[in-house]
């Protein structure tokens, strides 16, 4: 077998109240970039479909740009490393490697010839740094303010300059090389979140939590002026300017972004994005004729100037961990959910995709399913089971709720309208989304699987209890019939489309594989090629081949009867976990994983 990564719907920019959202712009103009986890996102801006995944971080990425020559990246991260790397090459090789501060790194800005990189957060002795991009070696000091800053920017040309934003409220204005503190600007009465230069030079613009922003003189650091009194109603989180300097871009909390003209210090155009808290503006970038800014849900917008009553291109997805993963009968609509209980849906083979709205679960989600062809079933760490008609769901969101009794861990549906779910101290039978049946149970239940011809469910057992419990199902009610026993707790159960098989992975790192009707384990096929947790299985729809996706970051496809035949795709989710798994068609593999990515490959048996 042989298998190939066809695309990767990358995971959004990983947001937080009150935060500034850094984007990094390619000086060709291609692509942009951001961060989420240990990854750093590069998407193509004019297609955001097409985007690429470095995960070489070993921890949480803070900041990533683009150098001014646009052969290297420097990316930064919260325990204060900065990794320098090749963009003109895939394999993305590192450059360099330094450690300039302590602690979180906010911000980074190269110098206009890409010799010298400045970097500002939280470090322990010292709130940043200028070093030369190539040895490391200091070329000034960043000094002259008492609190973490939070924003750097270079001047682009010479007179070289830098100005950098703190939580003391001020600016500090800096000459060089080498680099000395000159004075600081204390305009700001609250934190200073952003300061970025025009690409032309002459001006600077800073951006507060008060709302204010102002304008300044390049070279100098003296005050030229206010954009607005103030430029808006909540605190300022990104500012950018227009590619030829005359205007400038700023977005704010207030949920707006406004275009303000430098000259005039006047606004030109306004976006209003809703009333939601998750429509407050933390990030910007203008790059070309792209005008994009980021929402607090962690969507990308593209702006246009014609039309700013709304967004001509959201981008939506997820930024944080991907838990559940399903699709419909016809395989042609997908499904994710993820910790924060937001769903996704996406349109394959186009990759189109759109958020269910509306008051949905409170937590992350568990599992979902497809019921009867017709709903989307999904259980949550809310205790709570929704069900959505799939004709109006991006319309009218979660249209039947059933409150559980105790915490659900997966659930499973069938064609017939069907929906067993496996809760921590029972076993839930729902139709028409009413619970029907309620079997209680002396362990604490991990997932559940139909069979499909419906007269056996089986339920994997957690910690303690290592085993997965098949039922006889007969007018709603359940009788135990077998018990098949693990060496650890049964993470995912899985019954293939022919009913010739039952298959269950558990921490053990194991898969088993049990034959039909009498649920003989097939000795021959005790797959243990995975080397922790394996969380997820799924048949093809030809019922051939078995995949897993596990802990250790890995898939593995199966094939019955064989213990040698597998292919093993190593790194599917560099350094993530692969949550959940499934089958598009015989041959199209998706994966999802803690880092927010779902993955599509094609598998050659």
């Known amino acids: 077998m042989s298998y190939e990564l066809k695309t990767t719907f990358a995971s959004l920019p990983r947001t937080e109240r009150g935060k500034a959202i850094v984007l990094g712009g390619d000086p060709k103009g291609k ?47 919260i325990t204060g490393k900065v990794r320098i790397w090749d963009t003109t090459q895939k394999e993305h090789l590192l450059k360099n490697e330094f450690q300039p501060l302590g602690g979180q790194i906010k911000d980074l800005a190269w110098s206009g010839d890409s010799q010298r990189i400045a970097v500002v957060g ?115 989180y990104g500012v950018c300017f227009s590619p030829d300097s005359s205007q400038v871009l700023t977005v704010s909390g207030d949920k707006t972004a406004k275009i303000w003209d430098v000259n005039t210090a006047s606004v030109v155009q306004e976006y209003g994005f809703g009333n939601q808290v998750e429509d407050m503006q933390v990030g910007c970038l203008w790059q070309g004729n792209f005008i994009l800014s980021i929402s607090l849900s962690g969507h990308i917008n593209y702006l246009d100037k014609a039309t700013p009553a709304k967004p001509w291109r959201v981008i939506k997805g997820h930024n944080k961990p991907i838990t559940a993963l399903t699709l419909t009968d016809d395989r042609q609509t997908v499904f994710t959910a993820s910790s924060d209980g937001n769903i996704c849906r996406w349109k394959f083979p186009s990759g189109e995709n759109g958020m269910v709205h509306g008051k949905g679960h409170s937590n992350q989600v568990q599992c979902m399913s497809v019921c009867a062809g017709q709903s989307l079933a999904s259980c949550g760490m809310d205790d709570m089971a929704m069900f959505s008609n799939l004709a109006s769901i991006e319309q009218s969101g979660y249209q039947q ?58 339920v994997g057992g957690g910690e303690g209890d290592n085993s997965v419990h098949v039922y006889s199902l007969s007018n709603n009610t359940l009788t135990d019939k077998k018990t098949l026993s693990h ?25 088993m594989l049990y034959q039909l009707p009498d649920y003989q384990v097939l000795i021959t096929t005790e797959w243990g090629c995975h080397t922790a947790r394996v969380n997820s299985i799924s048949w093809t729809p030809d019922s051939k081949h078995l995949a897993s996706g596990a802990l250790d970051t890995h898939l593995v496809v199966w094939t019955p009867g064989s213990k040698t035949k597998y292919t093993t795709i190593k790194g599917a989710h560099p350094m993530s976990q692969v949550t959940r798994v499934e089958w598009l068609d015989n041959n199209t593999l998706l994966s999802v994983g803690q880092d927010s990515c779902l993955r599509q490959w094609h598998v050659t048996h």
Not at 36 to 64: C, F, K, L, M, W
Not at 122 to 150: C, L, W, Y
Not at 195 to 210: D, I, K, L, T
């Open 487 to 511: 060496n650890g707790a049964v993470t995912d159960v899985k019954y293939s489309p022919d009913g010739s098989y039952l298959s269950a992975c558990d921490t053990y790192r194991k898969v």
């Open 31 to 77: 692509t942009f970039l951001y961060t989420n986890g240990t990854s750093v996102i590069i998407r193509d801006i004019e297609n955001p479909s097409i985007s690429e995944v470095y995960t070489e971080h070993s921890q949480p990425t803070t900041v990533a740009k683009y150098s001014p020559s646009g052969f290297y990246i420097a990316s930064a991260d």
């Open 401 to 458: 709720q059933v409150k559980l009794s105790s915490q659900p861990k997966g659930l499973a549906s069938s064609s017939s309208g069907l929906t067993v779910l496996a809760c921590i101290k029972e076993i839930v039978l729902i139709r028409d989304a009413k619970i029907i049946s309620t079997h209680k149970i002396s362990y604490e239940a991990q997932c559940v699987a139909i069979n499909p011809s419906e007269t056996e469910i089986s």
């Open 122 to 236: 939280e470090g322990r002795e010292k709130f940043g740094h200028v070093f030369a991009a190539d040895t490391g070696t200091s070329v000034g000091e960043i000094m002259g303010q008492s609190k973490p800053i939070n924003s750097v920017d270079f001047r682009g040309d010479r007179p070289m300059r830098i100005v950098t934003a703190s939580e003391d409220n001020t600016l500090a204005f800096f000459h060089g090389p080498p680099f000395k503190f000159q004075f600081t600007i204390q305009e700001h009465s609250r934190f200073v979140n952003v300061v970025r230069y025009s690409p032309n030079g002459e001006h600077f613009v800073s951006g507060g939590a008060e709302g204010k922003a102002f304008l300044f003189d390049g070279k100098s650091g003296e005050k030229k002026g206010e954009l607005g009194n103030p430029a808006h109603g909540m605190g300022i």
